[in-house]
Structure formats: structure tokens, C-alpha cells
């Protein structure tokens, strides 16, 4: 096969671009992104090679011209990746990482490349760049010093040991997650199926058959083992499912993730020390909001002491209900969810298995593109496309008339999938060389259905991941380098967990929340409740999450661990970390921080950008309106179409006319004195 046949290679005359997935077959990833790999790094030693002297137009902006049918092919592949895996698939990543780790290494390495950037920088003051184009020079320069451009000798030869050793071990790592999540189901009886909630032995028999398993089953997606443990009343059967939740990824053998996880950190150590840094947190947290580790400690122990003291108050309460049950033993991590729920029962007269039918998936995916609707103006049609999964659904996305993006929408849990639930784009928006509109994707793990029900923390995982493809869809930038989601990770979140406020706007449940037997809207009682149990078992949930925060960031401050569950067990005995909670995500299945990069010294991101998120919303609630349209232009001009083009704290300034503090995220939690 020619290149020119190879689908992935070729030019897709697709309506907006989307891949055209019913031609692709896994025997094209591999020559596609060989060949790509080859081509783009002919066209980057052309730009390096020129005798041109150098010049914002034919070294920056031709950096930006390369690359696209690597870009093309790689957008699908990593994309399916993730959200539709097969063995040969895994395969392909295990080859693949290091060479394109290679391939960065080699453009990173070119000292004459280096040379023509550093020489464009060097003229800034004398050159007629635009804003924008300063600040994508300003943060091309900044990338290629951090990525040990300027390195030279043995130093520079260990970074690309180092870089092509942490992608290896950092597929390893996901892989080896997936692996676990993917063998281990629990086969339930009759018995305890009639003990559940009807949407949840619904969701496992539904599980059970797509799995071709001896029975109706539970497995280590969150969105079966969460609501397993919120409402079995066998304890013994909590604790089973428990148990393999929390060993994803320590469980022994081949798919062990605890030594690659302190490999990882010895590597990024000896990465920021080559670059000149004191530890791997002061080097990833320079061009973060929060600038140094204190400040990321200092906020996190700001919300660390309240939540504790909300969460130990709760034990105790819990462990008397236990008692109370004829149980002779202290709270448990398999009995929290469990009590919880009977609790927010008693004290709110909020059931989970008669409010998840007021919540169906489609109901809440209108609801979602009824607020941008009102908020941006955004029109969302179906489009019939080939996609790369049955349960995957495409709209185009219009304003005024216009196509703005295509969206995507991966809703369902498989073996195929990695966990969680995230936002990523098979093509971003840019202006330049070319116009292009965004086709961004969402991927959850919701139980199937008929119809799908979610939990109210699903709901929010639902509008929490829209609020991302927001800041994709609305950008608008020239480059792609600074479009919508390109920004300071700290900054990334806001967005997305802003846009959950709009879950809570009591006119939105009001017409969304319809019951999928009988169609009527949820009672305003029930909605009453919903509302007022918002901030229900929040010490639990903050715990949970700050824990593995501060985790993630003692591991990358000083010297890196001669163990990494040691430092894990040290800095949650130094807290006092509650006996009958867990870390939101221990080490050996911290996928955010140990599968790449992205959140590595960063997982408090998602509370630096709640900082904002809450104080954010109160702009909306000043303005006396959750869709007042000049706050909503203000939100997009400022925040979501400008995606890179400011520092993180300046865009939020001009939103808001200041930076916060963190009293609203207090108040917001229900942790406020």
C-alpha cells in the first residue's frame, strides 16, 4: 500500500474532516505513522537548513506548517488508544512511545533549529509581531529551553535517554491499569442482585452479557463499583469489590505498577536537575498559575484542616450506624459509601435509586447543549457519520448559522476503555496556515442502560467534560499552539468545573430532569433536596482528593523517593489521613500523574481552578442571572475563545477584574467557618 492509499495519510474529503473510520484498519497505524514520523522531520530540517537569515514567518510560523499528516494520524490513533484499546492496539503504543519520544528528542536536539529560534527571540524587540504572534514566540522559546534545547554534550544525550525511558514506562503504566481494570469482575447471585437498586442490576446484567460472563457482574468501572458499594447491603461483598478497586495496579506480576511508578520519579528528578532545577515540582509548577511548590502546599493545607475535621465528625456518625447494625468493628473504606448514602437518606430524604430515573444520559446531554445554547448561542444537530465505535454519537456545532465544530460524544464503559472520563480533540481550532474548526470528543464510563441513567455525580462528570470541549469549541485564535485548551494546567480546569454550576441552576433541572418511566419533571421537592444535599459528604470527597494531592506533590518536591509507596504511606500518616478513607487515586493506579506528563506535580489543579470556578459562578449570581448574557460574553471573549494567548491570571483578571481568594472554593464545599 502507497502512502497516498493509506487512509490515515490520505486527504479526507469527509464532511468537516472527521476521520473516516469505516476505512481505517489497525494494519494502517503503523506504516501511516512511520512514514509521518519520516516526513516531519524532513520538513523541520528544511526550516533549519535554510540560509534565509532567520524570521518570525519562515522559522516560527513554518514550525507550524509541519507536521500535518503526522498530526492527522496520530489524532486517531492516540484518541482510539484510549477510548477503544485492543491488544494490537496496546501493541502499538508500547512501539510507538519511545519513537516518538525519539522524534521529539531529534527536533528538540537540532542545534541549527535551535539556533534560528534563539536568533528570532534574540530580535523580538526589533521585529512588528502582532500580541499574538509574541506570545507564541515567547512560549516556543520557553518550550525548547525546557525541553533541553540548550543542552548540550552528555547532558544532552542522557535527556533523550531519559525522555524515551518515562514514555515507555509511562504506557507501561496505563496499559498495566487498563490490564487490571479490564480481567477482574465479581459475578453476582440473584440474591444480591434483588437487594439492589433496579437501575444498578439493570446496569450489571447489561455488564455481565456484553462481557460474555457467567452472570450479571461487577467490575472495576467507577461507574458500577462506586454505586456497588453506595448501596449492597453485604458487607462482605463491599469489601471484595473494595479491595480490588483500591489494588488496581499493585496486585503483583506482570501488570504491577509500583516500581515503574518510582522509576518515574528518579527519571523526572534527574530531568529537572539536567535543566538546572532544584527538584521536578520546581521545574513543571515555573509555568503554572501557582509558580512554586509553596504556594500549591499553602492552598492546599488552607483546605486540608477543614475538610478533615468535617470528614472525622462524619466517621464517627457513620461508625455508630455500623454499630447500630449489629456490626462489632470500626468504619471501614468498604463501609463509607455505604452509610453515607443511608445517611443522606435520613437527614435529606434524597434516595439515589429514585433520583437516578430523573436523570437519564439523554435528558442530561440536552440539558448540557440547552445551557450553551442560552449562555454562546450554540446550536448542536445530530450528524450520521462513521464513527469509530457503535456507542459513539457526532453533532455538528452552529451559531448564527455557522458551523463552529463538530462534537463527539463517548458515553458507555467497555473493556476497551481506560477509566475515567476526559475531553481531547481529533483536530483544534487555528486560523493558520489554514482555517480549521475543532472536532473535539468527550469519553465517560457511564453504565449502559434502557434507557442510561446517571448518578448526580455522573451528571456533573457530564457537564464537567462539556465544559471542556467548550474551551475547544469556542476558541478562537491564529494558532493552534495557544487555541482552546492550550493554556496553564492550573488554569485548564477552570471551564470544566465551572460549566458544573450550571447542573445546579434549579430552571435547568427543572425542565431536564424528566423521570424515564412516566416523563414528568422531578418534583420540586426532590429537586429541593438535590440542591441542599450539594455539599453532603464533602469532607469525604475533599479528603480524598487533597490526600492525593499533596501526594503527588511531595513526591516531586526535594529528592526523589527511594520508594514510592513508602513516600506515599509517609505523607498520609503525617496528615492524619482518616482510617476509613482512601486516596481518591493511589500511586499505583495514579494514572493523571505516572501515564505522561500532564498532572505530574499538578493534580492540584483541579482546586486551583475550583478557586476560580467558585468565584467565577458568583459573577453569574451578582449579575442576578446564571445565563445573564453580558457576564456570558465576558466568559467567552476573555476566557474560553482566548485560550493560550495571556498568562492564566491575566485572562482571569480581565474576566474578573481580580484574582480570588479561597473562600468561595470554602464556601462552595460547605467548609466555610
Request: proline share 4%.
Amino acid at each position: 500500500m502507497t502512502d497516498a492509499q493509506n487512509p490515515l495519510l490520505a486527504d479526507w474529503q469527509t464532511p468537516f474532516g472527521i476521520a473516516p473510520f469505516a476505512e481505517i484498519e489497525d494494519s494502517h497505524f503503523a506504516p501511516a505513522l512511520d512514514a509521518a514520523l519520516a516526513a516531519d522531520l524532513d520538513e523541520t530540517v528544511a526550516i533549519a537548513e535554510q540560509t534565509d537569515a532567520p524570521t518570525f514567518a519562515n522559522t516560527v510560523e513554518a514550525l507550524m506548517t509541519t507536521g500535518a499528516k503526522l498530526n492527522q494520524a496520530a489524532s486517531v490513533f492516540y484518541n482510539l488508544a484510549g477510548a477503544d484499546s485492543n491488544k494490537t492496539r496496546e501493541g502499538l503504543m508500547r512501539e510507538f512511545s519511545p519513537k516518538m519520544a525519539a522524534h521529539s528528542a531529534a527536533i528538540y536536539g537540532n542545534v541549527a533549529l535551535w539556533a534560528r529560534i534563539r536568533t528570532v527571540w534574540e530580535n523580538r524587540k526589533v521585529t512588528d509581531l502582532t500580541e499574538e504572534q509574541a506570545r507564541v514566540l515567547y512560549l516556543m522559546h520557553r518550550n525548547w529551553v525546557r525541553q533541553g534545547a540548550a543542552l548540550d554534550g552528555d547532558a544532552a544525550a542522557r535527556m533523550k535517554e531519559i525522555k524515551s525511558r518515562l514514555a515507555t514506562l509511562g504506557t507501561a503504566f496505563s496499559q498495566n491499569l487498563l490490564a487490571d481494570e479490564r480481567e477482574w469482575e465479581m459475578v453476582l447471585d440473584e440474591a444480591t442482585l434483588a437487594a439492589l437498586p433496579g437501575y444498578l442490576a439493570e446496569a450489571a446484567r447489561s455488564t455481565g452479557e456484553e462481557r460474555e460472563s457467567d452472570g450479571p457482574v461487577v467490575t472495576l468501572s467507577r461507574s458500577l463499583v462506586a454505586p456497588f458499594l453506595q448501596t449492597c447491603p453485604d458487607r462482605s461483598l463491599r469489601e471484595i469489590a473494595h479491595k480490588a478497586w483500591a489494588a488496581r495496579g499493585a496486585n503483583g506480576g506482570k501488570t504491577d505498577n509500583r516500581e515503574i511508578a518510582t522509576e518515574i520519579l528518579k527519571l523526572r528528578e534527574e530531568r529537572a536537575k539536567l535543566l538546572g532545577y532544584n527538584d521536578f515540582a520546581s521545574y513543571k509548577l515555573e509555568t503554572e498559575m501557582a509558580g512554586t511548590p509553596d504556594r500549591v502546599r499553602e492552598l492546599l493545607m488552607n483546605v486540608w484542616g477543614p475538610a478533615k475535621a468535617r470528614a472525622d465528625a462524619d466517621a464517627k456518625v457513620l461508625e455508630d450506624m455500623l454499630q447500630a447494625d449489629g456490626v462489632n468493628d470500626t468504619l471501614k473504606a468498604w463501609d463509607w459509601r455505604y452509610y453515607a448514602e443511608k445517611r443522606r437518606k435520613a437527614e435529606h430524604d434524597l434516595d439515589e435509586a429514585a433520583l437516578k430515573p430523573y436523570l437519564q444520559l439523554d435528558r442530561m446531554i440536552e440539558a448540557q447543549f440547552g445551557c450553551a445554547t442560552r449562555l454562546f448561542g450554540l446550536e448542536f444537530a445530530p450528524l450520521e457519520v462513521d464513527l469509530y465505535h457503535p456507542d459513539c454519537r457526532a453533532w455538528e456545532v452552529t451559531r448564527d448559522g455557522k458551523h463552529v465544530a463538530v462534537f463527539i460524544g463517548d458515553y458507555f464503559a467497555r473493556g476497551s476503555k481506560r477509566s475515567g472520563a476526559w475531553c481531547s480533540a481529533f483536530q483544534s481550532q487555528r486560523k493558520f496556515p489554514d482555517v480549521r474548526a475543532p472536532i473535539v470528543i468527550n469519553v465517560c464510563n457511564f453504565a449502559k442502560g434502557n434507557p442510561a441513567l446517571l448518578s448526580y455525580d455522573d451528571a456533573r462528570t457530564l457537564f464537567h467534560e462539556f465544559g471542556h470541549a467548550l474551551h475547544q469549541m469556542l476558541s478562537d485564535v491564529t494558532y493552534e499552539m495557544i487555541s482552546g485548551t492550550s493554556v496553564a494546567r492550573d488554569f485548564v480546569e477552570l471551564p470544566s468545573q465551572l460549566y458544573e454550576h450550571w447542573l445546579e441552576v434549579p430552571e435547568v433541572l427543572e425542565k431536564f430532569a424528566t423521570h424515564a418511566d412516566t416523563g414528568e419533571a422531578m418534583p420540586k421537592a426532590m429537586l429541593d433536596k438535590v440542591l441542599a444535599a450539594a455539599t453532603f459528604d464533602m469532607g469525604f470527597q475533599t479528603v480524598e482528593y487533597v490526600a492525593s494531592a499533596l501526594v503527588d506533590l511531595d513526591f516531586h518536591v526535594g529528592a526523589a523517593p527511594l520508594d514510592a509507596m513508602t513516600q506515599q504511606a509517609e505523607t498520609l500518616d503525617k496528615l492524619g489521613m482518616p482510617a476509613a478513607i482512601g486516596m481518591r487515586h493511589a500511586t499505583p493506579h495514579f494514572a493523571h500523574v505516572f501515564s505522561g506528563d500532564g498532572y505530574s506535580a499538578g493534580y492540584y489543579s483541579y482546586m486551583w481552578s475550583e478557586v476560580m470556578d467558585a468565584d467565577a459562578f458568583e459573577a453569574f449570581e451578582e449579575a442576578g442571572d446564571a445565563f445573564d448574557p453580558e457576564t456570558a460574553q465576558k466568559l467567552e471573549t476573555h476566557i474560553l475563545s482566548a485560550g493560550g494567548s495571556l498568562e492564566a491570571a491575566d485572562l482571569y483578571t480581565a474576566f474578573r477584574g481580580r484574582l480570588p481568594g479561597v473562600e468561595a472554593l470554602l464556601k462552595g464545599r460547605g467548609l466555610a467557618a
